[in-house]
């Protein structure tokens, strides 16, 4: 009996010490993506004019990395904000964690290599070499192409320099542990050439990080067969939950009966001279989708994206698209 007790005791044991080892590893060897390159981005006016249009109106970097002014429909920026950082992404919109936007700015970047802001953009890891939550979606820019992450980098080199100190981002219990674990080395693509209207479509989805709120998810996880069938939930600064839609092809609860047409004026009316976007009041439906900046992308990158998703998996599911609190 005895014996028996003391192999019990020395299983445990092992059990322990294997399970400190473990956490120490993922908390103090991890991420491992390697050094940052020595890289010196090319600062010429079509690598920063490329990377103005990609920061803006596709990846849409100056959304989280900016204020919007919520008093208004879509939260439009306030111009003078962009870049500064400070956004929160904490709890009470379900993080598991309170995560901060960076200032991009060259007030927030300046001693910032190019290579140390391509690792983080691209691999998920800080100059410091610490681990960046996945808000920022690096596990989809790592599989851009290299050339688009260099001009995006070159247009930030040019913004106006705005000096707001960022709280640093913290964890709970276990992402502190598991958010090691999620960068990754970067797998760097080429741009599909523009003819084949689908793959292009594919990289710009790719680019905007469409997948990310058009998918819902259970417990931080994509449900599975659920892929761009919306009701992914965002509480609203505002008041009330507002669901993302459904941009799968299903006829009658996504955008399989839409034609081209309306995808591109669901997207062009918000560059109208004529738009002004309406005063929101507290409670009252607004919406996370950054319309003011993904309407300025150009019409055929909208027309290549609306031809992909023509082509991903139709589920049916039927969104909710406002729920008052």
């Given at each position: 009996?005895?014996?028996?007790?003391?192999?019990?005791?020395?299983?445990?044991?092992a059990i322990i010490v294997a399970t400190i080892a473990l956490l120490a590893y993922v908390r103090f060897e991890l991420p491992n993506v390697g050094h940052p390159e020595n890289l010196k981005v090319v600062m010429n006016s079509q690598n920063i004019e490329r990377g103005k249009y990609l920061a803006n109106s596709v990846c849409v970097c100056v959304d989280c990395h900016s204020k919007r002014d919520w008093s208004l429909f879509a939260g439009p920026l306030l111009v003078n904000t962009v870049g500064q950082g400070g956004e929160e992404f904490s709890q009470k919109?379900?993080?598991?964690?309170?995560?901060?936007?960076?200032?991009?700015?060259?007030?927030?970047?300046?001693?910032?290599?190019?290579?140390?802001?391509?690792?983080?953009?691209?691999?998920?890891?800080?100059?410091?070499?610490?681990?960046?939550?996945?808000?920022?979606?690096?596990?989809?820019?790592?599989?851009?192409?290299?050339?688009?992450?260099?001009?995006?980098?070159?247009?930030?080199?040019?913004?106006?320099?705005?000096?707001?100190?960022?709280?640093?981002?913290?964890?709970?219990?276990?992402?502190?542990?598991?958010?090691?674990?999620?960068?990754?080395?970067?797998?760097?693509?080429?741009?599909?050439?523009?003819?084949?209207?689908?793959?292009?479509?594919?990289?710009?989805?790719?680019?905007?990080?469409?997948?990310?709120?058009?998918?819902?998810?259970?417990?931080?996880?994509?449900?599975?067969?659920?892929?761009?069938?919306?009701?992914?939930?965002?509480?609203?600064?505002?008041?009330?939950?507002?669901?993302?839609?459904?941009?799968?092809?299903?006829?009658?609860?996504?955008?399989?009966?839409?034609?081209?047409?309306?995808?591109?004026?669901?997207?062009?009316?918000?560059?109208?001279?004529?738009?002004?976007?309406?005063?929101?009041?507290?409670?009252?439906?607004?919406?996370?989708?950054?319309?003011?900046?993904?309407?300025?992308?150009?019409?055929?990158?909208?027309?290549?994206?609306?031809?992909?998703?023509?082509?991903?998996?139709?589920?049916?599911?039927?969104?909710?698209?406002?729920?008052?609190?």
């Amino acid at each position: 009996m005895k014996r028996a007790r003391m192999i019990i005791v020395i299983a445990l044991l092992a059990i322990i010490v294997a399970t400190i080892a473990l956490l120490a590893y993922v908390r103090f060897e991890l991420p491992n993506v390697g050094h940052p390159e020595n890289l010196k981005v090319v600062m010429n006016s079509q690598n920063i004019e490329r990377g103005k249009y990609l920061a803006n109106s596709v990846c849409v970097c100056v959304d989280c990395h900016s204020k919007r002014d919520w008093s208004l429909f879509a939260g439009p920026l306030l111009v003078n904000t962009v870049g500064q950082g400070g956004e929160e992404f904490s709890q009470k919109f379900g993080f598991p964690g309170k995560y901060y936007a960076k200032n991009i700015t060259p007030y927030g970047l300046h001693d910032w290599t190019d290579g140390e802001v391509l690792r983080a953009i691209s691999c998920g890891v800080s100059k410091k070499g610490n681990p960046l939550f996945p808000v920022m979606p690096y596990l989809d820019y790592g599989i851009l192409d290299k050339n688009d992450l260099c001009d995006i980098i070159a247009f930030v080199r040019t913004l106006s320099s705005v000096e707001n100190n960022i709280p640093e981002s913290v964890s709970d219990f276990p992402m502190n542990f598991i958010i090691h674990t999620i960068p990754q080395k970067a797998k760097y693509s080429n741009i599909p050439d523009k003819t084949n209207r689908v793959a292009y479509g594919g990289y710009l989805f790719t680019a905007a990080s469409c997948a990310d709120c058009h998918t819902p998810q259970k417990k931080g996880q994509p449900i599975q067969g659920m892929d761009l069938a919306g009701g992914f939930q965002f509480p609203l600064v505002t008041g009330g939950i507002v669901n993302s839609a459904n941009i799968t092809p299903d006829i009658e609860t996504g955008i399989g009966a839409w034609p081209e047409e309306a995808f591109l004026i669901r997207f062009q009316a918000y560059t109208d001279p004529k738009y002004k976007p309406a005063s929101i009041s507290p409670g009252a439906f607004n919406t996370y989708m950054p319309w003011t900046m993904f309407s300025t992308m150009q019409a055929d990158d909208l027309k290549a994206i609306f031809a992909y998703l023509k082509t991903v998996k139709p589920v049916k599911n039927k969104v909710i698209k406002f729920i008052p609190e």
